[in-house]
Structures are given as C-alpha cells and as structure tokens.
C-alpha cells in the first residue's frame, strides 16, 4: 500500500500532512508505534523545513510518501529548500542542566532513535533532498500490540515470540481448507480473513475475522479436522502457534483462556442460531411449497392431460401427411414437415387423380399451435375433397383449371362464411402435375413463390405470389397458370419456415442462402435435397428455437438420359 501526498511549505502545510497521518492510520490501520513515527516525521521533520528550509521569497512544495508493505513502515519526505542531513545534528545533552541545554535537535533526536533505519540524499542539480526513515516491528513488539495477548506476562511473550513463524497471505490466498487437518491455529496480525464453507456447491460466507483475532483453535484444541475454509480478503499477515506455544500461553494467563471460552462459546452460540434461523426459515419455505404444490397439483394433472391430448393430436396430425409418396416413372417426390411446437401449422399433400395427374399442395395457416393446426386440418379436408370430386367427373379432354379453381374456391369460401370471425387465413400453393408431358398447372394463393431449378442448380424461374390466401374474402377470383418441368428440372415448394428460420443473433437464413444450397446441391436427388436442406436450416440455427413450422416439397424430373 502506498499513499502520497504534495503541500505548499507555508503555515498551513503541517495541518495538511497531520490530517493525512490521521487517515493513513485509520484506513491503513497502523499499530501506535508506526503512527506515532510518522506523526513524528511530520511534527519535526516537516516543520523545520517549513521554517528553516525555506524562505519567504523561494518557498516550494514538500512531498510526502508512505509505503505500508509486509508490517514495514516506509515514510519519505522531499523538499528543495536549504540540504540538512539529519544525521549530522549533533545529539541534544539531555544530561546537561536544563537552562545550559541548546535549543533545539531533541524532536530529529526521537526520530533517528525511533526509526530503524533513516537515510538522506541531496541532488545538486535538482535542489531536491530525500530524507527516508523506516519503522519494522518486532514479532514481540506486534504480539504486545494486540488486545488478546495484553494478559499474558511480558516474560512469556518475550520467550515465545522468536519461535513463532509468520505467514503472509495475498488477497484471494487460501490459509486452510475445510477437512484438512488442524495442528495450529492463528492469529491475525493485520489484514482481514474470511470463514467460508460450501452448501450444495455453493459458497457461503460465515465469518470476518480481523486483528488480534484467532482462527483455527477448535480444530487444535480437539486434533479435529477443520470445519470450514480461511481465505484472505485482502494482503494479510497472521502467526502460527502450535499446540505447545498455545499451551505455554493459556497456562500463562487464565484471562487469555477465558477470553478464547467465551470467543468459542460465542462462536458456537451464533452459529446454533444462525442453523436454528436457517431451519425456521427452511420450515417455512417448505409449508409455502407444500401449499403451492398443492394448489398446483389440479394445474399439473390438467397440463398432463393437454400434453397427452397434444400428443395424440400430433399423432393425428402426422397421419393427414402422405405416408407413401407417388413415384410416377421418370419422376421422384420428397418432402418434410416440421412443427414448432406439438402440433404445426404447415402443411403438404400429395392427391392421386383419376385422370392420372397428380395434385401437389403446400400450405401454411397463420399463426402456430392448436388453432392453425385445426385450420390445417379443415383445409386439407376440403381442398382433397373438393380436388377428388372434380376430378371423378372430369373427361380425359379436360383441363386442369376445372379441378384447381372449384377446389380453391370452395375452400375459400367455406372458411369465410363459416370460420371468418376467426380472423384465420391460410396461404396455398396448390399444382396439378401431368407426369407424362411435365406441365403443371397451379394456383398460388399468397404463398411463397416455389423454384423451378435447371440441372445446374440455377433458378431458372420463380413462381408468382398470385391472389390473396384463402379465408379473408369471398368470392376471390384465382389465376390458373402453367409451366412445363423439363428433365433434369426440380420444382422445390416451401413454407416461410426455411427462409425465416433465426439463428442466435438474430440473422435470417434468408432466399439467398437456399438458392445457393440449391447450386450446391445441384447433382442430388429429390430425397437428399430436401435432407440437405433441411441439415442446413438447422445448422444455421445453432441449436436456437425454431421459430415457425417447417414444410418443403421437391419435385423432380429425371433426365431422359437418366
């Protein structure tokens, strides 16, 4: 620790540095005879530079520094006033007749017999002079200034004390650990240490001990292994006494034996109230869970009894999806669909015509959960069933717009009239594929636009948005369009869930990341596209929830050379 302090040699300096003595002393709490040294310094050393060696017409600073490091006192004062070497001062004559004494030399005479080294340095070229004086306590003299030890004959301390071993600690060192054997105790000479041990892994703090304090006596007293850990809170030094010191020194001094009863006894007394404290307060907390648990028990049954309804209605869910996908020749289909949570809100189909076209649906109702998966499953119902009744009645000459718009309208409309209070809507991509000639005619109903990706993974066109999803106004007029998958091509339908998928910072996976996995994947099939596509997705989320419900279909068309 060291502290400086810089004043103008004038009247008020010596003020100045006694005010800074004092909180030295008090912050750094420094035994009486460090304190009284550097009082000493300032008192003397100060003063007679600040009337001596300076003059009115060239007064500069004085300087003080202390350094408090290891129980060694280190005081340095710097003026540039007129050199004095303190050690040359001849000694006062304190035999001499009282009246036949000079004036005078006794103050810097306490200060040289004080201190335990003083040295002084003038620099001609600066004008600077540098008087150091330092103060070391013995281990008698630091064992005298404790309190604890005031009881114990002065014969007794002088005896022991050059036996004792220091230990010094620095902040955060540990002195003991809790279950380590105990053939010593301690006692503090400054700093301060923590009590510490540990319930369920986690640390608690007993106790603060400071100087003049004993630690670690139970476990010498009864050869028991230490009870908790000693840990420094800051620089600290303590004195180890073993069993045969501690013994001289509680024979020496009944005082001293009652003073470490009653520190035991209390010790012990704090800590029973502290466990009957911690007991009462536990009791209570246990009446407060047991009532909780029993106000929440009716709650638990009823959300098991949900998670097992949602269970079986993700079960159920699972079930509307195709369980075989048609295999046309010349053509593979793949698909995947995801909830992101027990039951989704997404959704794709499959529909197997009389006329041998087959219908392909990518849909994604708002919102997630219960609702949207009600939604789903209503909307599946009807757009398969509106899709195989048209298609019973249809020639082979018909076109496929006899089968797309009936089904999507009736859809629409039935959601609106019977389900629009519900503020529900449901965005569709639905196509009719001819397997022998590779048209595909569809509706998009507000979905995301499929991809028509060429042999080298390019998107060679993307699918319009079309009208507005099903189930917000009736009577919607819908566009029946067509393109031509060519061999070699792929048709790659998705929901909102891959391009919006997030990984931890928040980042989107975006359309550009999935038309470059498409490039990459360019040579794969169907099947490993969509695996692709979706260990992608997933790798880009890091392991962060997923956001919205995940749905993709890819159509492919194999090369006629293939």
Known sequence: ???????????????????????????????????????????????????????????????????????????????????FDPREAPPPDIHAAADQRLIGGLGLFFVREYADTLTYHHDPRSGWNELTVTKAMSMLDRLRALPIFQAVPEAVLAELAPRLAECRLAAGDVLFNQGDSGAECFVILDGAVEVITFVNGAELRLEVFHPGQIIGEMSLIDRSPRSATVRAIEPSRLVALNEAVFATLIGSSPELAMTMLRSI???????????????????????????????????LIRLNRLEEELAVARRIQQSFLPRVLPEPPGWRIAAFSR??????????????????????????????????????????????????????????GDTSAAILLPAVSLTNDYICREHGESMMFVTLFYGLLDPATGVMQYINAGHNPPLRIGRDGAV???????????????????????????????????????????????????????????????????????????????????????????????????????
Not at 40 to 55: P, R
Not at 268 to 294: C, F, W
């Open 1 to 83: 620790m060291r502290r400086q302090i810089a004043v103008f040699a004038d009247q008020n300096a010596i003020a100045s540095l006694l005010a800074f003595s004092d909180e030295l002393e008090a912050s750094w709490r420094l035994p009486p005879d460090y304190g009284y040294l550097l009082r000493l310094v300032i008192e003397e050393v100060a003063t007679n530079i600040v009337k001596y060696g300076y003059h009115d017409h060239n007064r500069d600073q004085i300087q003080l520094a202390c350094e408090y490091e290891q129980g060694v006192l280190t005081v340095t004062i710097r003026d540039r006033g007129q050199p």
């Open 460 to 562: 060679i066109e993307e699918l319009s948005e079309g009208a507005l999803p099903i189930g917000i106004v009736t009577g919607q007029t819908y566009e029946v369009r067509a393109l031509r998958i060519a061999p070699g091509e792929k048709l790659v339908a998705f929901s909102d869930g891959i391009t919006e998928a997030m990984n931890p910072a928040g980042e989107l996976f975006g359309d550009d990341r999935l038309k470059a996995l498409l490039r990459a994947q360019a040579q794969g099939t169907a099947a490993e596209l969509v695996a692709a596509t979706v260990s992608a997705v997933d790798a880009f989320a890091q392991g962060a929830p997923q956001a919205d419900d995940i749905t993709l279909l890819v159509v492919e068309r194999l090369p006629a050379d293939g």
């Open 265 to 299: 006894v209390s010790r012990v007394r704090n800590t029973n109230q502290r466990m009957i404290h911690d007991l009462e307060r536990k009791n209570a907390e246990l009446v407060a869970a047991y009532q909780q648990l029993q106000a929440a028990q009716a709650e």
């Open 339 to 396: 909830g992101a949570q027990a039951v989704g809100g997404d959704f794709f189909d499959t529909i197997t015509l009389p006329n041998g076209q087959i219908g392909l649906v990518v849909a994604d109702a708002c919102g997630k959960g219960v609702t949207a998966a009600l939604f789903v499953a209503l909307s599946r119902s009807l757009l398969r069933a509106a899709s195989q009744a048209a298609g019973s009645v249809q020639g082979d």
